[in-house]
């Protein structure tokens, strides 16, 4: 909402480091005074948004976040000062809850001791899993997922046990081959041979750890059967600044950004569809994995991953251009990035995620890089 200084009122969407866009009116300006330098405006609208870019109320909030700036001038720049904090809202003409954050129960078991059911889905912009109204996020409306694996049960009808004969169970095995360089220390002459690559982790559904891939209407043609959810964050949301040698997660003593060497997204055959990761600052894209479907009647030693009936998820490398990779792109902290997930929902599955799940180094900002092409 932009007040200016002659008393007009404007209703703004929210663009990234912009001026934003112009809504349809629905605020009615019921009072608007000046007195000892302070400026009161008071203004009314109806409780649902007059369109989806509008913000709705909801009668179960209790609470509003809010961002405010006062201008220099009335044109759009840099603010003269700004705030933030929470605004409690309370009912007129009636009682006010004064604390609701749903059911607070548990999944039950018959086995093992049954864990309370916690969620915890960040809103927009962080995800649009509260805007979807995605089953995940509540008890109430909790379908399933990992919630339900918690406490080490299968879920099958009573008169299944998977573990009632030797048939039943799984045997397998894994190989594992590793390549490796002798580390070279740094040097006053040459830096160090390898860097230490840090986990760069963080979901697009925001700290819920899964989602429901809702399905589409029946009859819906596969093509038109899509399920998108959004996320946004910035790199150092990614990043847990403390001893690497305390554990695998911590990142160290921070730089300027971080170098990513290899992206890959939690793309769960077979409705992934595909996963992008953007840089919002700049508008280019960073990784886009893409599931590839084999096709060839058995794997060959040319291509490993090409067999009929099985599905590849080929990650996004980056490094030496000799190597035939991309350069590695420089995440400063501050970046502002996008994740994008698409599934194919003919058919509900529930426990999806939308991870990304990476590997860099930490660094400085890199020196522009003047390249001739013919």
Same mark, same amino acid.
Request: glycine fraction near 8%.
């Given at each position: 909402i932009n007040v200016f200084t002659d008393g007009s009122v404007h209703e703004m969407q929210l663009t990234n480091q912009g001026g934003g866009v112009e809504l349809k009116r629905s605020l009615r300006l019921v009072s608007h005074t000046v007195s000892d330098g302070t400026r009161t405006v008071v203004?009314?609208?109806?409780?649902?948004g007059a369109t989806p870019a509008h913000f709705s109320f909801s009668a179960r909030?209790?609470?509003?976040?809010?961002?405010?700036?006062?201008?220099?001038?009335?044109?759009?720049?840099?603010?003269?000062?700004?705030?933030?904090?929470?605004?409690?809202?309370?009912?007129?003409?009636?009682?006010?809850?004064?604390?609701?954050?749903?059911?607070?129960?548990?999944?039950?078991?018959?086995?093992?001791?049954?864990?309370?059911?916690?969620? !915890?889905?960040? +809103?927009?912009?962080?995800?649009? =899993?509260? $805007?979807?109204?995605?089953? %995940?996020? &509540?008890?109430?409306?909790?379908?399933?997922?990992?919630?339900?694996?918690?406490?080490?049960?299968?879920?099958?009808?009573?008169?299944?046990?998977?573990?009632?004969?030797?048939?039943?169970?799984?045997?397998?095995?894994?190989?594992?081959?590793?390549y490796f360089e002798e580390y070279r220390p740094a040097? !006053?002459?040459? +830096?160090?041979?390898?860097?230490? =690559?840090? $986990?760069?982790?963080?979901? %697009?559904? &925001?700290?819920?750890?899964?989602?429901?891939?809702?399905?589409?209407?029946?009859?819906?043609?596969?093509?038109?059967?899509?399920?998108?959810?959004?996320?946004?964050?910035?790199?150092?949301?990614?990043?847990?600044?403390?001893?690497?040698?305390?554990?695998?997660?911590?990142?160290?003593?921070?730089?300027a950004g971080i170098n990513l060497v290899y992206a890959s997204g939690h793309c769960h055959a077979p409705s992934c569809i595909k996963m992008e990761l953007w840089n919002a600052d700049t508008g280019r894209l960073i990784c886009r994995q893409t599931p590839l479907v084999g096709t060839a009647p058995a794997a060959t030693a040319s291509r490993p991953y090409d067999e009929r009936g099985y599905v590849a998820i080929p990650p996004c490398l980056f490094g030496a251009e000799s190597e035939g990779l991309l350069p590695e792109p420089f995440l400063a902290y501050d970046t502002n990035l996008t994740s994008i997930k698409w599934n194919n929902n003919t058919y509900a599955h529930y426990g999806e995620m939308a991870m990304w799940q990476m590997r860099g180094y930490q660094s400085w900002q890199p020196p522009?890089?003047?390249?001739?092409?013919a």
């Open positions: 203004l009314s609208r109806p409780f649902a909030m209790h609470g509003l976040s809010y961002i405010a700036a006062a201008g220099k001038s009335a044109r759009y720049g840099y603010h003269r000062v700004s705030d933030d904090g929470q605004l409690a809202l309370r009912a007129l003409d009636g009682t006010t809850c004064v604390c609701d954050t749903g059911a607070d129960d548990f999944i039950a078991s018959d086995v093992n001791p049954p864990e309370r059911f916690h969620k !915890n889905c960040l +809103p927009e912009p962080f995800s649009d =899993l509260q $805007r979807l109204k995605n089953p %995940t996020c &509540a008890l109430e409306t909790y379908q399933g997922g990992l919630r339900c694996c918690r406490n080490g049960n299968i879920l099958l009808d009573k008169h299944q046990n998977p573990w009632d004969s030797a048939e039943h169970r799984l045997t397998y095995w894994h190989k594992f081959r590793f040097s !006053n002459s040459r +830096p160090a041979s390898h860097q230490n =690559l840090v $986990r760069f982790f963080r979901e %697009t559904e &925001a700290q819920s750890g899964e989602y429901d891939v809702m399905p589409a209407p029946s009859g819906t043609p596969p093509r038109d059967a899509i399920y998108q959810i959004t996320g946004h964050f910035q790199a150092k949301d990614g990043l847990k600044m403390c001893n690497p040698r305390t554990s695998p997660h911590c990142a160290g003593r921070g730089r522009p890089v003047s390249r001739t092409f």
